[in-house]
């Protein structure tokens, strides 16, 4: 059984120190402490350590082994994605990134493949970025659930959309500076509880303001399930349905109707939700996804879905035939 890892973050194993280059700021920087480790600083504040499974491309493929893997997709880690940054800035840090990641899939074309990151505060350098993205290999982009507080939902996005569209671009959505941060940094709440809401405002923004209507050709793709979207889908209805005067002013199609045009990745931890997601987005649309090598993923690789006893035709969906398809991509590449 194939078996496609598409939610997956890697980092070059040397960072430029932006925050010294550009001269402001406070960017992810790398401090090679001891061996196998590194701690990710911003200035002189600690973010993280983290292990060489980071960075390390056979070590990432020998321990995708154990759990019968063959296939990761690879993209930057969002704390990497530099929203902040003044825009030429904000470029040169995509284009480093997108080099070491269209160099590793040019390299190991069997075990990756990679998705870019844009300079998304200026949208014709974003435009510009996406063409060459997709020249050096690059098959989608990931994208954060909003843009330095802006949602996924304003027009000044539209040119992006459509460049995204006609250069059939896959695209992931994950969750970054998750909405209240400031107000909930005590007991991991940002990533526990911000990061699905995220999830739900980006996926809540794109339909309400009709992107999805007017660009149905983007290939959208949820990080963590689509986080808590799915869950309060009834609410969100109910909202649609009871007050259309504030939630279906720009698009007055039921956001049900939307479930199942686009992708979630399979990152629940818990079958009973799984079970749920299933339901709702059938085994086409859930492409397995695992959030590697972040403690908070599902580093045994979909273990929870092979015992969950499912048909092998759902299982098969979800581990390889989901994903190929969002990335149009052909089975034979990986033989």
């Not at 505060?121 to 989608?140: M, P």
């Not at 940094?185 to 996926?203: C, D, H, N, Q, S």
């Not at 109910?238 to 698009?251: K, M, Q, S, T």
Request: glycine fraction near 8%; include cysteine.
């Amino acid at each position: 059984m194939l078996k496609i890892d598409m939610h997956t973050h890697i980092i070059p194993k040397h960072l430029p120190d932006w925050s010294v280059k550009f001269g402001y700021g406070h960017f992810i920087h790398l401090d090679h402490h001891r061996p196998g480790y590194a701690r990710m600083m911003q200035g002189d504040k600690f973010f993280r350590e983290i292990e060489a499974n980071c960075w390390d491309p056979q070590l990432r493929i020998d321990e995708y082994e154990r759990y019968n893997t063959q296939v990761q997709v690879v993209c930057t880690i969002p704390v990497l994605f530099g929203y902040a940054a003044q825009p030429k800035d904000g470029l040169e840090m995509a284009m480093f990134l997108n080099d070491h990641i269209a160099d590793l899939v040019a390299r190991m074309p069997r075990h990756y493949v990679g998705l870019g990151t844009l300079p998304m505060q200026d949208v014709d350098l974003s435009i510009a970025e996406l063409e060459r993205c997709k020249n050096i290999g690059l098959k989608g982009i990931q994208i954060g659930s909003n843009i330095n507080q802006q949602n996924l939902s304003e027009s000044i996005f539209n040119p992006l959309w459509q460049a995204i569209e006609d250069l059939n671009m896959a695209v992931l959505v994950h969750p970054w500076e998750m909405m209240g941060q400031e107000e909930m940094r005590k007991y991991w709440l940002p990533w526990l509880v911000g990061m699905p809401a995220e999830t739900a405002r980006a996926i809540c923004s794109l339909i309400f303001a009709g992107v999805m209507e007017r660009f149905p050709g983007i290939r959208f793709n949820f990080a963590h399930a689509g986080g808590s979207f799915l869950p309060t889908l009834g609410r969100i209805e109910h909202g649609f349905h009871c007050r259309p005067d504030l939630v279906a002013i720009d698009n007055p199609i039921n956001p049900r109707e939307y479930v199942g045009k686009f992708w979630v990745d399979s990152a629940t931890h818990d079958d009973q939700l799984f079970k749920y997601v299933l339901e709702m987005q059938g085994s086409k649309k859930i492409t397995l996804g695992t959030d590697y090598p972040f403690p908070l993923g599902d580093l045994e690789v979909g273990k929870f879905i092979e015992e969950m006893g499912l048909e092998k035709n759902i299982v098969d969906d979800i581990f390889c035939n989901a994903t190929l398809d969002w990335l149009q991509l052909p089975k034979s590449m990986f033989d």
